[in-house]
């Protein structure tokens, strides 16, 4: 859960392109990765850097929601407040940029909280339209799921009619005895051209048939399978996701995780699949039995969903 001024990173679990052509997805906080906010003129020993970079961040985020109409957001934002409190206040950040975790997501979070009054009190859906314009200035475009998601501090399920539902989700207790792992291809990609390159390819009627009658579909039953709403097994449709993916999803997967995408294929031993847009760190799930293997061959490398 969300802690007082601290804000997880994010995993979408399901759902990475999907949401962008209308699909469903389910996201989860975690809490290994985050943003904390940090108070005070005093800066710890080794941390002047990372404060000043902080600063600058939340001046450039400052000067651009002072440029948005004041109808743009839900819940308006005090700007003399942010403005008094800009040298001030600083955020504290462990979470790897480029790796689908969210770290422009947990930001647009914190000064969400810090200068936007009113904003805990919003529906979803009004705070998701507002942390997507507040992330928009890291990205030009952004659905606000990821900074929703670290807001929250709890999973959240995205249906295909646009509700957005906070559920109850253990990550360590999918059904089946599967456990998800993040795994580091290495490779840090940029979002923005491999969502050009995504929407680009949906002007393909072919492409755009597959993504709304295969993989949608994929998507969704997974996540009904993993919230025990359906008797199928998450891993074989985890399976069934990484298989689309190299398939059709080439651009987004390292070079460094090729191999590895194909031995999980062929061994059946795991499957990995994207977290995120690309690169960084790939997601993968496998059954319990194999994690002592799996932690042994890539020790640091593997991270458990916990």
Not at 149 to 173: M, Y
Request: proline share 6%; with cysteine; glycine share 12%.
């Amino acid at each position: 859960m969300k802690g007082a001024g601290t804000y997880p990173s994010k995993i979408m679990l399901v759902g990475e392109y999907g949401m962008v052509a209308g699909g469903s997805a389910l996201t989860i906080p975690f809490n290994r990765y985050y943003v904390r906010v940090r108070r005070g003129g005093k800066i710890p020993g080794g941390k002047a850097g990372e404060a000043k970079l902080s600063r600058k961040t939340m001046a450039g985020l400052f000067r651009y929601i002072s440029s948005l109409p004041p109808c743009s957001f839900h819940a308006a934002p005090d700007l003399e407040l942010f403005s008094r409190q800009m040298g001030k206040v600083w955020l504290e950040m462990n979470i790897p940029a480029g790796c689908g975790l969210g770290s422009s997501g947990a930001v647009s979070a914190a000064l969400y909280d810090l200068f936007f009054p009113g904003s805990d009190s919003t529906p979803l859906s009004e705070q998701k339209a507002d942390l997507a314009l507040i992330e928009s200035y890291f990205h030009r475009e952004s659905p606000g799921v990821a900074a929703l998601t670290c807001h929250a501090g709890t999973s959240l399920r995205f249906r295909e009619d646009g509700t957005i539902q906070k559920v109850d989700f253990e990550p360590a207790a999918i059904p089946g005895g599967y456990r998800f792992f993040l795994l580091d291809s290495g490779i840090r990609f940029d979002t923005g051209p491999l969502v050009k390159h995504f929407l680009e390819n949906l002007e393909d009627p072919e492409f755009a048939d597959s993504i709304r009658n295969e993989y949608l579909v994929i998507n969704r039953i997974l996540i009904e399978a993993l919230l025990g709403e359906r008797e199928a097994d998450p891993g074989l449709l985890v399976r069934a996701l990484s298989d689309y993916q190299f398939r059709n999803f080439r651009r987004m997967i390292p070079d460094s995780v090729l191999d590895l995408w194909i031995e999980g294929q062929v061994s059946n031993e795991f499957y990995l699949k994207l977290n995120g847009s690309g690169g960084g760190f790939m997601l993968g799930i496998t059954h319990t039995t194999s994690t002592g293997p799996l932690e042994q061959r890539w020790k640091e490398q593997v991270i458990w969903i916990e």
